[in-house]
């Protein structure tokens, strides 16, 4: 096929530009598509029973044949946690990442449904250095820092522009036996460059805590233990645990790892190639007892306060074989992500009332978050010096502030597009603009194992059962007279407490059936359905005056 | 009476030392009871539908003739938003505070209920050098720092010990207009003095903004805005308020106050003299439109993202007067109250979209917190130079933390008591300790007009209608064939979107006749209650097994 000359790159960012997490983004050259990402978002609090959110792909329908693969940035939840659920639906494309993320999309795919991870295409990225071609796209990788191995930037080479797009990234300023990254050499691409940059640091004018650093302090609580040290961390800080296991080693004391994830992301590691433990330093929890307790590491998950990790099950006492002993010293090596401050808080709590040794980001520096600041937003860009810049993977106000940093940074206004999810920009040589009419994009939520199906009519049903409860009455009438036979059902949950509100309901009861047979003793037909509407009204209105609640009020009526 | 010569001083927090709010602390000396704050806890995300928390007070029952009064060190609704509630239940002692405190109560309790302020003994503090005898306790007071005015610390004499209790504090290190507070005069308070200190700072190595700092970047804001220039703030920040309108007369602009909350503090600390505004220089959002726009300041509420205050009105915009125009400057003059994560970043979404320049804290120090800091704990301990310490007033992390800060100031161990709710602390001049039995101390939810009716079920009820909906089922059987009449209902909310699940219902329907025509067809007499049982568990592995959800069920049989 013959280009035409005008051909234009299309970005769509389908998610990831209004919220944290569901990152995907669509390129478009010609009719051929590429993908980067697909990534859950978790619930808000006004999501109710919802286990997450996923892209909306419906733009996609129809198009499964144009896609010529899907890139992978990291093995984050945030970025490929939706791939069991949509790479089948996207026509089972190539996948594209290196070996960590793969083998975790791998596993994920597995989790979701035995046996299907066989059927993956997979393309493995194993030098960063490689080149990858997918119809009218070249895709070229680079390396950067971020909270999981194997991160990598792309770069998205079309006639029509270059797109370099970093992932998830920050800037280690001190790391451990290698050099500082510098981007410097992706000034040099093909122009014009466009740069979409995760701006979740936008708003961050905090000092970053280096790896060294980091790792110091943690060494030396190691070191200084009284007794036995438990850290909990992201199962997906391999280099982390790596760093932690080797050191254990050094210093003669055995590493129990804990949590099924994290157990999990080790065993990939190791698998291939990353970690490699001297034989012995690696034990189970079932047999830390063995070993004096000052010779004991434990690393498990949990550091977000998850009822079901295994810090939890530690610190709740059901933890098979370890309880928190006063002597333990127990570290957080993790940030609280948002939305989960009440449950670290609580975790705290408990923690604080069992160890005397806790230890938190908040006395000492034992994490270094997996991204950047304003001033490394600041530097990246000076180092790539993009023709454009589209600021993405954060809330719209970050974006917002990530152009400002842009535009201080030398972009020219005219040159930053701030995208929202379904936004269609179009980018060439002649320059960058977002089309006026934007692709309609909805919540995909997962509950279950529906996918979709629960909408804004079955989540606001649950706000509301959530807030006010539910109260629903059954009224048998007789077909014959009219008359409400018997006395009418009472069914409520989340209202009042039924026990101690005879009152109110017997009260209840009689209204209802005072309302009922004036309007069947009435001339003509009764119309059921004004007649249930009326129940609502008047008995809401009255269980109101009483309670000033109002439950979600369901009439059932039985003619018999 | 004469008192007893081994007397001692209990000290009993009803609320406020395992979570943020419902502050209450007790204190009893021989009979004589005192009581320091009745705040309110607003509700935690596992708290659907409740409106606020209270303390626990059944401990006071039958002891209410003892209450000599209650003292309020300020007027937060965590330290006095339970007061309409609870005075009168506490037998209506005097209530003491300072003339805003007072005033604030009052409103409040006219607001709960109308005329009913009037029947309030209160004591107002007009000098804070004044003495107050009630009962067995002398009561003194000392000026402190807080995000309110009127707040002062609270000195408790009894012949046991001094009580020294500071409220809510901080220590503002650059004031206007005014020396920096210094608290050594608390050291040569008669002994031994027992220190009960707010510690929400406790993990806190942040360096704060000072009072000038901040006011400075806010009159630059106001000075420079190309337009009108909105501020959001509490609407208890008077003295940040007086400063604003005061500085706006200054340079000849106008103010216009919005939020119902915001202009009621404003008049009240008009009415005390507080605030004293040169003619013309307050006006309303209706008249704003007579002037420039760079001649324009408005102050409101809002800025924690509330549904229905100021700030959201003008930005969804439905207020009356205000909308946001790209050159209007808006400013959060305000931290992010936990919990409020979500509601302010989703404000400064939607605000970023229709204003170019938005300022909070993240941006510029334009807010100073109302609470201190680890360094600012170390030295009003160092200041004060209590024999004992008791860390009050925040999580139960942070009250260990303080400890830990205590003893680093030079307090000793055994000297330290970190307390719970319901704790009971004896202190005297031969030590202080815990009892070693607490009083049981209960959530009391307020929802509506119902007071401590809400317990564990109604919201775990709560908690599972809006995780997984409900599915009510009712069946008619007939008395005589024990078959099933007609085809059962089935209501169902918040579970799966009806008209999408016609099959689910249809199978559901046939699976319920099916079993209860087995029942009834077989000999004997059917069991109701274990025929309802059965339905619940089977109809819900059903469901389970096509949705993975588990909707609340609710069989209703009819029998006729």
Redesign the interface.
């Given at each position: 096929m013959i280009k035409e000359r005008n051909e234009k790159l299309k970005i769509i960012p389908l998610g990831g530009c209004?919220e944290v997490g569901r990152n995907m983004t669509v390129f478009e050259y010609g009719k051929d598509i590429l993908v980067l990402d697909l990534g859950i978002q978790f619930p808000?609090?006004d999501m109710?029973?919802i286990n997450y959110v996923i892209p909306d792909t419906s733009y996609l329908r129809g198009k499964e044949k144009n896609i010529q693969g899907i890139v992978f940035s990291h093995g984050h939840m945030d970025h490929i946690g939706a791939a069991p659920l949509l790479i089948n639906k996207l026509g089972n494309p190539p996948i594209v990442g290196r070996p960590f993320t793969i083998e975790m999309i791998k596993y994920r795919q597995e989790d979701y449904s035995r046996g299907t991870s066989k059927s993956l295409k997979t393309i493995c990225i194993k030098d960063v250095n490689e080149k990858i071609h997918l119809g009218s796209f070249t895709l070229g990788f680079f390396q950067v820092d971020h909270a999981i191995i194997d991160a990598i930037g792309v770069i998205i080479s079309t006639p029509a522009a270059t797109v370099i797009h970093p992932g998830d990234w920050m800037i280690e300023h001190n790391p451990i036996g290698r050099e500082k990254i510098s981007y410097n050499h992706l000034a040099n691409l093909p122009r014009p460059t466009v740069l979409m940059l995760e701006s979740l640091g936008a708003?961050?004018?905090k000092k970053p805590v280096t790896e060294k650093q980091m790792m110091e302090n943690i060494k030396k609580l190691i070191r200084e233990a009284p007794g036995r040290i438990i850290i909990a961390t992201f199962s997906s800080q391999v280099e982390r645990i790596k760093q932690i296991i080797e050191y254990g080693g050094q210093i003669n004391k055995k590493v129990a790892l804990d949590g099924f994830s994290l157990k999990m992301a080790v065993e990939i590691a190791k698998n291939l190639g990353y970690i490699k433990t001297k034989e012995g330093v690696i034990t189970t929890t079932e047999n830390i007892s063995d070993y004096p307790d000052n010779r004991v590491i434990v690393m498990c998950t949990g550091a977000q306060g998850e009822e079901n990790a295994a810090l939890a099950k530690i610190i709740d006492g059901v933890h098979r074989f370890i309880r928190i002993k006063k002597s333990d010293t127990v570290v957080f090596s993790s940030s609280v992500i948002?939305?989960n401050?009440?449950t670290v808080?609580r975790i705290?709590?408990k923690?604080?009332?069992q160890s005397d040794n806790?230890i938190h980001s908040?006395?000492m520096d034992v994490h270094a978050s997996g991204h950047s600041n304003i001033k490394d937003i600041q530097d990246i860009i000076e180092q790539i010096k993009p023709n454009y810049y589209i600021p993405v993977y954060a809330?719209?106000?970050m974006l917002?502030?990530s152009a400002k940093i842009a535009r201080a940074a030398g972009v020219l206004k005219e040159n930053i597009v701030v995208p929202d999810n379904g936004s269609i920009i179009e980018a060439s040589p002649k320059g960058i603009r977002p089309l006026e009419k934007k692709l309609p994009i909805n919540y995909v939520f997962v509950?279950?194992?529906?996918i979709g199906?629960?909408?804004e009519?079955?989540?606001n049903?649950?706000?509301?059962?959530?807030?006010?409860?539910?109260f629903?009455v059954?009224v048998?009438v007789d077909k014959k007279t009219g008359k409400v036979?018997g006395s009418p059902?009472i069914?409520s949950?989340?209202?009042?407490?039924l026990r101690?509100s005879k009152e109110l309901l017997s009260e209840t009861r009689k209204k209802l059936i005072g309302m009922i047979n004036k309007t069947t003793q009435s001339n003509g037909p009764v119309n059921w359905p004004n007649m249930k509407e009326e129940i609502k009204n008047k008995l809401g209105d009255f269980l109101?005056s009483?309670?000033?609640?109002r439950p979600?009020i369901?009439p059932?009526i039985?003619e018999?």
């Open positions: 209004e808000e609090e109710p029973g708003t961050n004018s948002p939305g401050e009440r808080q705290r709590d923690l604080y009332r806790v908040e006395i809330y719209h106000y917002k502030e509950d279950g194992s529906g199906d629960i909408g009519v079955v989540l049903d649950r706000k509301k059962l959530a807030e006010e409860g539910m629903v059954v048998v036979k059902d069914i949950r989340g209202f009042v407490y101690e109101f009483r309670t000033e609640r979600i369901i059932v039985i018999v």
